[in-house]
C-alpha cells in the first residue's frame, strides 16, 4: 500500500491530507491541519510545524510527498514566510528521502475541478466526491491537502 501525503503550506495552519492506494482504490488515511499560536515568534512557529510534519512523515512513511507550489501574492510578507515554511517542508522531505512533486494552486484546481479558478467550496466537494467521503473536509487547508495528495495519485509512484 502506497501512501501519498499532501501539504498545502503555511505558517500558521500547514494542511495536510494523506490517501493510500490498495487495489486500484484510493482512500484517506488521515488529514487535518498542524496549528501554530499566533503570537509565538516566527522561529518558534517554523519549528513547531517542522516537528509536527516531522511526526507525520515517521508515522504515514510517505513515498511521495505533494507540496503546493507558491504562488504570487499580493502581500510580500506572507510570502516570504510562507516560503519558509515551503522550505522547512522540502527539507524535511530530503532528509527522510521522499521524493517531492510541486503543483500550482490553479494547476490543482484545474485536475480536480476542471476550473483553475475554483474556489475553496469547489475543491471541497470534489475531494468529497472523488474520494467518496461522508463529509467534506470542514477545513479548507486540509481539503487543499487532499486534492494535492490526489495530484501525487495521478502521477505513477
Known amino acids: 500500500m502506497a501512501c501519498v501525503l499532501g501539504l498545502d503550506p503555511g505558517y500558521g495552519r ?15 488515511l488521515d488529514c487535518g491541519i498542524i496549528s501554530t499560536k499566533t503570537g509565538d515568534a ?13 511526526t507525520l512523515l515517521r508515522e504515514l512513511k510517505p513515498s511521495k510527498l505533494v507540496v503546493e507550489k507558491l504562488y504570487f501574492t499580493k502581500n510580500a510578507k ?21 521524493p517531492v512533486v510541486e503543483y500550482t494552486p490553479s494547476q490543482v484546481k484545474s485536475a480536480i475541478c476542471g476550473d483553475g479558478r475554483a ?39
Do not use: W, Y
Open 119 to 157: 474556489d475553496k467550496k469547489g475543491i471541497q466537494k470534489m475531494v468529497k466526491l472523488i474520494l467518496n467521503l461522508k463529509s467534506a473536509p470542514k477545513i479548507d487547508d486540509a481539503a487543499d491537502a487532499l486534492a494535492l495528495a490526489l495530484m501525487g495519485v495521478s502521477e505513477r509512484l
Open 78 to 98: 506572507t510570502a516570504m514566510q510562507v516560503a519558509e515554511s515551503r522550505g522547512v517542508l522540502l527539507l524535511l522531505a530530503a532528509r527522510h528521502g521522499i
Open 42 to 54: 516566527f522561529g518558534t512557529r517554523l519549528a513547531q510545524m517542522a516537528d509536527d510534519a516531522e
Open 14 to 28: 500547514l494542511g495536510f491530507g494523506a490517501v493510500s492506494i490498495a487495489g486500484g482504490r484510493t482512500c484517506v
